[in-house]
């Protein structure tokens, strides 16, 4: 997925955001409600990344948003959802890897390939967590103590999951033998390792951040190229001697030919709130990275980046 981090290049155009964010005036959207669907439940990433986002992009784009949690199927239920939905606009689904993961991993009747990408908002850095009573001061001791027991057992979210991979693979890579328990979202997740049940978790930032501020968790390891900005400190996994990098993004789908007025109003409305000083605050507070591309760059993305999800399941020896 490297391919698809240097994409990442977008924090070095945000002068481009705020002049196109500057310049922007809103235009009349074709309907006055709109549904975002996602498969994460309330609190997981999606959820929280559309809380935030529509707080501050309905009065730019001058319309009533809705968030739907649908959760089943690893994504499945809601990806069929919004691809049935009409193509005016009025439902959107909101996108991560995972979609694309369950189309390849169970094919369902509506895949990834069943919607048309619509923009893309943000990339988002995983992180590796364990709760703040944890006797592990780093991934590095984790995954030591891992290997000699051959017992401990790491979260992951949804069982088709950007995440659920990176856990299976950091299994076998360290060979640390460890049960991978995936959940239909980070919520489930969080509790388990709360409670003791899990050695270790795997999420995002903005979905940790309460757990954070309250210090009910410890970050062991980020999974990037390099540290974050706001975390100085926390070592990536490669300067822990895991080379295992991944790139989650976030962004929105809608059903097929949807009308080009619609893909507009998204591409301006977007780079319109990213240029928001408030929102600003906020997605830098939660280690978001800007990476705004309208609907026909985003679709180029989103097919690149299923072409490399399936070489890396093929490798895994999950796909033929």
Avoid at 96 to 102: E, G, K
Avoid at 173 to 187: D, K, L
Avoid at 255 to 263: F, G, H, T
Avoid at 272 to 292: C, F, R, T
């Amino acid at each position: 997925m490297k391919r698809a981090i240097r994409a990442a290049t977008a924090l070095a155009s945000l002068w481009a955001i705020a002049a196109a964010g500057a310049a922007w005036a809103q235009a009349a959207y074709p309907v006055q409600n709109v549904t975002l669907v996602t498969h994460s439940s309330p609190g997981g990433g999606s959820d929280v990344f559309l809380r935030a986002l529509i707080k501050h992009l309905q009065p730019k784009m001058g319309v009533n948003f809705v968030v739907e949690n649908v959760s089943g199927g690893s994504g499945a239920r809601a990806v069929s959802k919004v691809a049935q939905s009409p193509a005016d606009g009025s439902v959107l689904y909101a996108t991560t890897p995972t979609y694309i993961q369950t189309t390849l991993l169970s094919k369902p009747t509506h895949g990834y390939d069943s919607l048309m990408p619509v923009v893309n908002v943000f990339y988002d850095p995983e992180v590796i967590y364990t709760r703040a009573q944890s006797p592990y001061r780093s991934l590095a001791e984790a995954i030591a103590d891992a290997k000699k027991s051959g017992k401990a057992k790491w979260g992951a979210a949804n069982p088709a999951s950007l995440e659920r991979i990176a856990m299976e693979r950091m299994s076998r890579m360290t060979q640390s033998r460890a049960a991978i328990i995936p959940h239909e979202g980070g919520r489930d997740q969080m509790l388990n390792v709360l409670n003791g049940t899990y050695d270790l978790g795997i999420g995002e930032i903005q979905e940790l951040r309460s757990q954070l501020d309250s210090g009910q968790v410890r970050l062991l390891a980020v999974l990037t190229e390099k540290r974050l900005a706001d975390f100085p400190n926390l070592p990536t996994a490669k300067e822990q001697g895991v080379d295992l990098v991944v790139t989650k993004f976030r962004g929105l789908a809608g059903p097929k030919n949807l009308p080009p007025a619609v893909l507009k109003a998204w591409n301006d409305g977007i780079r319109a709130v990213l240029a928001d000083p408030v929102y600003q605050k906020e997605y830098a507070k939660e280690s978001l990275i800007p990476a705004p591309m309208a609907a026909d760059e985003a679709g180029k993305f989103t097919a690149a980046f299923a072409s490399e999800v399936t070489t890396s399941l093929k490798e895994l020896g999950v796909v033929k």
